[in-house]
């Protein structure tokens, strides 16, 4: 199973003017995890998107439990736990590095697109269907 690790480090525009991050941006980071999930899976969204794959996020969620600072380094951990072929589900924890505190987890739902209608990918291209499937 791949777990994705990525380490951040919080900016100032990340922050409101207490030095907390807008929780908007915890989506940011999820999206960090993701793209470094695929990456680690040996291929990255560019390549993906050249293929002729797309996979816009049709849900998202997220649960704060702490607030994070500016300058903090944190870690997000991304997993998939569900892929369809035509769906794929992706789970975030984000830590703070220095205690190992969870601050945060949440999800995003992403539809297997062709850039214009949904696709099943074990039928659009059973390689990268493969690849994602042998990762779970």
């Known amino acids: 199973m ?20 807008y929780y908007s941006n915890y989506y940011r980071y999820f ?6 999930w695929f990456r ?3 291929i990255s969204y560019k390549k993906l998107e050249e293929m002729g794959i797309f996979l816009p996020v049709v849900e998202s969620h997220c649960r ?8 903090d380094v944190i870690t997000v951990k991304t997993i998939v736990t569900e892929f369809t ?4 589900r992706f ?10 505190e969870k601050l945060a987890e949440g999800y ?3 539809a297997v697109t062709n850039g214009s209608i949904p696709v099943n990918l074990k039928k659009y291209n059973r390689m990268v269907y ?3 499937k042998n990762s779970l």
């Open 130 to 132: 493969d690849l994602i």
């Open 108 to 110: 995003t739902l992403l």
């Open 31 to 36: 999206e960090v995890g993701r793209t470094d």
């Open 40 to 42: 680690n899976l040996g």
């Open 85 to 88: 072929g035509v769906r794929i």
């Open 2 to 21: 791949l777990i994705s690790e990525s380490k951040i480090r919080v900016r100032y525009e990340e922050t409101d003017q207490m030095g907390v991050v």
């Open 64 to 71: 704060y439990y702490h607030s994070i600072f500016y300058d």
């Open 91 to 100: 789970d975030y924890a984000i830590y703070r590095d220095e205690e190992n």
